[in-house]
């Protein structure tokens, strides 16, 4: 087992390095601190998952890479993407990179298509930004191929939005995020509106782009199940920090971090004889509890736990994880492996 001190080395087929990513916002409250010094690759044409309940900084960390946070968000930390470090960098290249280089894929197709616009004009307007080289016809040619592989005919092409079903318009979506052929893309829970079937058929979509354009894509999810059909790799984030990132089969068989073995476990399958949950909720990210996040809810906590932040260490299987029950031993003081008495902390053992 070793320390890494970043949580990757980089590999020659790395897309984009995320290093100590850190996104807060100033509140009257005091600072939320939604992301809380995160670090990964995405290699080329992979699919990293990104899972972890809601309000953990998933959706923050996925527009964070993208440089889309509001202008009350305050970043430090690295995105390197093509050589270039997307954190500090102008407006004006940002936008110039989103679209032919960085893609966006959001929840709610209807809060981003204009119910006013064709879906032919929603595409030409995007094409002539970026590409007013095009004529016309080519910009006309490359929508329809582009959504004929998402499967909307181009009989479909001057369609309104309102006049498509919610499955088709997430498929419209994605044919926006891919029209200039980006090199990396956030899907952001891409069908957590959308009924199983057509759940369905957006992933296989997704595997095709990523099979046939060699895409890059985070695909952020609460959804276990999305993650085991859909991602190479998954990182399990909670409270603003990443507890485990490894090979989504490797992870699933043998979690090495407590918080995602709760999470598998409360996975409800044709399997499932009784329920599971875990305990608590997701802390408050304004006033996060002391060492590991995790330690108010975790059944294994320990006496360092609540003491001292995890470092992230590279398990046998090669899983990055940040628990104290995977050492480094010599950084635990002495006693700190005696389990953690819950009374002492205040918190009740609900397990
Ligand atoms: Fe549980 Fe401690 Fe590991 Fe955190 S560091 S997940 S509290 S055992």
């Known amino acids: 087992m070793t320390t890494t001190p970043e949580l990757h080395h980089v590999r020659p087929d790395t897309v984009m390095s995320v290093r100590d990513l850190r996104i807060w916002y100033g509140t009257a409250r005091g600072a939320v601190r939604a992301v809380d010094g995160v670090s990964f690759d995405i290699r080329r044409g992979e699919t990293l998952g990104l899972v972890g309940e809601s309000g953990c900084g998933k959706s923050t960390l996925g527009r964070g890479v993208l440089g889309l946070l509001p202008d009350a ?16 960098m102008s407006r004006r290249r940002l936008r110039s990179l989103r679209g032919p280089q960085l893609g966006l894929i959001f929840q709610e197709p209807m809060t981003r298509l204009n119910p006013l ?124 920090r990443i507890a485990e990132l490894g090979d989504a089969r490797a992870v699933f068989a043998r979690p090495a971090h407590p918080y995602t073995r709760e999470l598998l476990a409360s996975t409800i399958s044709l399997s499932t004889t009784s329920l599971h949950y875990i305990p608590g909720a997701p802390p408050d990210l304004i006033a996060p509890p ?27 299987l090669n899983q990055d994880v940040a628990c104290w029950l995977h050492g480094p031993d010599d950084q635990i003081p002495p006693g700190g492996s005696a389990p953690l008495e819950r009374e002492a902390i205040g918190v009740a053992d609900e397990a």
């Open 117 to 240: 616009m064709r879906v032919s004009q929603h595409f030409l307007e995007t094409l002539r930004t970026h590409q007013p080289e095009l004529s016309k016809e080519q910009m006309r040619r490359r929508a329809i191929d582009t959504l004929g592989a998402m499967g909307i005919p181009p009989t479909r092409f001057t369609n309104y939005p309102h006049e498509f079903s919610g499955g088709m318009r997430q498929r419209i979506m994605i044919a926006l995020a891919l029209v200039l052929n980006p090199a990396f893309v956030v899907a952001d829970e891409p069908t957590t509106a959308l009924d199983v079937l057509v759940e369905a058929q957006i992933l296989t979509i997704l595997a095709d782009v990523k099979r046939n354009f060699d895409t890059s894509i985070l695909l952020i999810t609460h959804n276990l199940g999305i993650i085991a059909e859909a991602c190479e790799r998954v990182a399990v984030m909670y409270a603003g």
């Open 290 to 316: 002391s060492g590991c996040r995790f330690h108010p809810r975790c059944p294994d906590a320990m006496t360092v736990c609540p003491q001292r932040h995890p470092p992230v260490v590279t398990t046998e």
């Open 73 to 88: 968000a305050k970043v430090a930390g690295h995105v390197l993407f093509e050589g270039e470090d997307l954190v500090g």
